[in-house]
Every structure is written in structure tokens, then in C-alpha cells.
């Protein structure tokens, strides 16, 4: 019996790059081939070489099909086999095979905003604001929380699928939720990432809401929306010594990590609204105003992980665990 499978790729808009798929019929028994797609359509390829190659990376249980049918993350390709120029996770494959002796894993926290008729869902029908953030957080009631009944089912899509997803909770501002996916290492906490953001996508689809990374959706005081990545290596899971290596070697970088973290990161680290200001680095125990936290049960312990608060939602989660694994596996591996 043939079979669907669903072919995601990460396609060249910028500056945020948008999620693509379509299906393929697989007869039963058979491996998951190499595919092509129009990359003139998705800003990947001109029209008189419009020719991509769609490479599958992971594959998982359909959540929304059911039955036999996959979920194909995809890389996508040259036809020449080498890997596209928008191909981020060929890199971030490469510095974490470069640096696997370390055993470098991550958490990533999507934090996302769901928007229905061009407002934020919750916010009033007729325009204007509701009531100041502050009991949205991890709420409970009609009055505080909107759009639980696509979350939940969305938390159990990425569990059918079996996802690495850890958690999920209620956020800072109206219909801004959160969904965590790890502890597990790059480049497949990264696949799973863009598989889990997929699937929100389309659970919401079928509510007519849609669901947005814009790492600053409401202007004003309003908390933004970011995408938290926590790290650790053996080292640092052994030593506090490590953990403040990797904190000292992120602040050496900060350009190329800014640069790094998703457009408009400058509209969300303002300084306000739990963040540091994108232009300045900082690093603190239980500090959630500072660029990278380290949680009190680390300092305590003496041994951890950290977490690196700059990233936005809209983060391409290759180009982010690939800065981070460069900057701080480097500094790990000196003597």
C-alpha cells in the first residue's frame, strides 16, 4: 500500500526564510528518494535554472495523516549534490561533527504569537488593547488564555511524531505561547524545531488562525517573542569553570551572534521587557535581563547548562546552534 510523505524544506526568503512542503506517493517497502521542486517559486533558483533537490534528512510519523504516512525533513540541494547556498544546516552539520567529542546538546524555547482577522488573538474584536501582560503567563481561563485547543493539539502532534518536545506553556501577552524542543544535539534539535514549527503552522491552519515567529508582533509594552537556547557540553555539565568559559567566549562575539539571531532582533532586545539591550552583553545567575542566564540551580550544583536569551523567534535554529557550538566549543577546546 503507497504511502504519503510530506517533504518540508526551509526555502531563500529574506530576510526570514518561510517553510515549504509538498507530498510525494512512496510505494510501501520503499526508501524515501531524493526530490526536486521549482526553486524559482521560493526565491531558491532563477527561472532558466529553476531545478532544486530536495535531500531527506528525518523522517517521523505523520501526526495529521495518520497511518503509514511521514513527516520528511529535507536540506536542500544543488543539482550537483553540493549543498544550496540557502543550505544552513550543511554548517551547522559540519562545526558539530567538528566538535562532537564535546557532546554538545540544546533547548530551544518557540515562543510564537497566534493572529486571527490581522490582531493578536485575544486582543479586543473591535480595536484596542486588553488588559496589561502580566496574568497571561502560564494563565488558566476564557479571560486570560486564547487558543489552547490548537496548543494541545499541536503538544500532541509533535509526541505522535515523536519529537523531542519537553514542554509547553501560556506566555507573556495574549495568545503568545511557547513550546520547548530538547535536550538533544545539532543539527536534529534543529530539524525537529523546523518539523514542530510545520506542524503548528498547519494545526492552526485548520482553526483559521495563524501562528507567526515576529520577535515583536505588538509595539509598546508588550513582551516580544524569542527563542531561548539553552546549551551545555560535557564539560560544562561537569564543571562550573566550563560554564563560565562559555559565557566569557559569547561576549567576545557578539556582532556575528546578533547578526545570527533572526531579523529585527533589534525591535526585541530593547533592554526592557526581560531582555538586555541587543547592542550590549551581559551574563548573570538568574538574571533574566541579561544576555545569557545562568540558572540558580547551576550556580548551586556548580555544573549546567546556560541560556542564551537573544535569539528571536524567527532564528533559523542551524545558523543559532551553529554560532553557539563555533564560539563556545572553541573556547572549551583550548588548553
Not at 540557502?86 to 524555547?109: H, K, M, V, W
Not at 497566534?114 to 496574568?135: E, L
Not at 500532541?156 to 535536550?183: K, R, Y
Amino acid at each position: 500500500m503507497p504511502f504519503k510523505a510530506e517533504y518540508i524544506w526551509v526555502d531563500g526568503t529574506q530576510p526570514t526564510a518561510k517553510l515549504r512542503s509538498k507530498t510525494k506517493i512512496v510505494d510501501d517497502g520503499a526508501d524515501l528518494p531524493i526530490w526536486g521542486f521549482d526553486g524559482s517559486s521560493t526565491n531558491q533558483a532563477p527561472g532558466d535554472k529553476s531545478d532544486c533537490v530536495l535531500n531527506p534528512v528525518l523522517s517521523c510519523p505523520d501526526p495529521i495523516r495518520g497511518g503509514d504516512n511521514v513527516l520528511v525533513m529535507c536540506e536542500v540541494l544543488l543539482i550537483d549534490g553540493t549543498p544550496h547556498p540557502t543550505n544552513t544546516r550543511a554548517a551547522c552539520t559540519a562545526l558539530a561533527s567538528q566538535y562532537e567529542d564535546q557532546e554538545p546538546i540544546f533547548g530551544i524555547e518557540q515562543e510564537y504569537t497566534f493572529f486571527k482577522d490581522g490582531r493578536p488573538y485575544g486582543f479586543p474584536v473591535g480595536g484596542g488593547y486588553p488588559a496589561p501582560q502580566g496574568g497571561y503567563y502560564c494563565g488558566v481561563g476564557a479571560d486570560e488564555v486564547f487558543g489552547r485547543e490548537i496548543v494541545e493539539k499541536h503538544m500532541d502532534a509533535c509526541l505522535t511524531a515523536g519529537l523531542h518536545l519537553s514542554g509547553i506553556n501560556a506566555e507573556v501577552m495574549p495568545g503568545q505561547w511557547e513550546f520547548q524542543i530538547g535536550p538533544v544535539a545539532a543539527p536534529r534539535v534543529a530539524d525537529e524545531l523546523w518539523v514542530a514549527r510545520w506542524l503548528l503552522y498547519r494545526i492552526a491552519e485548520e482553526f483559521g488562525i495563524a501562528a507567526t515567529l515576529d520577535p515583536k508582533p505588538v509595539k509598546g509594552d508588550w513582551n516580544g517573542a524569542g527563542a531561548h537556547t539553552n546549551f551545555s557540553t560535557n564539560a560544562m555539565r561537569s564543571g562550573y569553570d566550563a560554564i563560565i568559559t562559555a559565557c566569557e567566549a559569547l561576549g567576545k562575539r557578539v556582532p556575528e551572534h546578533i547578526a545570527g539571531y533572526g531579523a529585527g532582533i533589534e525591535h526585541r532586545l530593547t533592554g526592557m521587557h526581560e531582555t538586555a539591550p541587543w547592542s550590549e552583553y551581559s551574563y548573570g545567575v538568574s538574571d533574566r535581563g541579561a544576555s545569557v542566564r545562568i540558572p540558580w540551580q547551576v550556580e548551586k550544583d556548580g555544573k549546567g547548562y546556560i541560556e542564551d536569551r537573544r535569539p528571536n523567534a524567527n532564528c533559523d535554529p542551524y545558523v543559532t546552534t551553529a554560532l553557539i557550538i563555533e564560539t563556545c566549543c572553541s573556547a572549551l577546546a583550548q588548553p
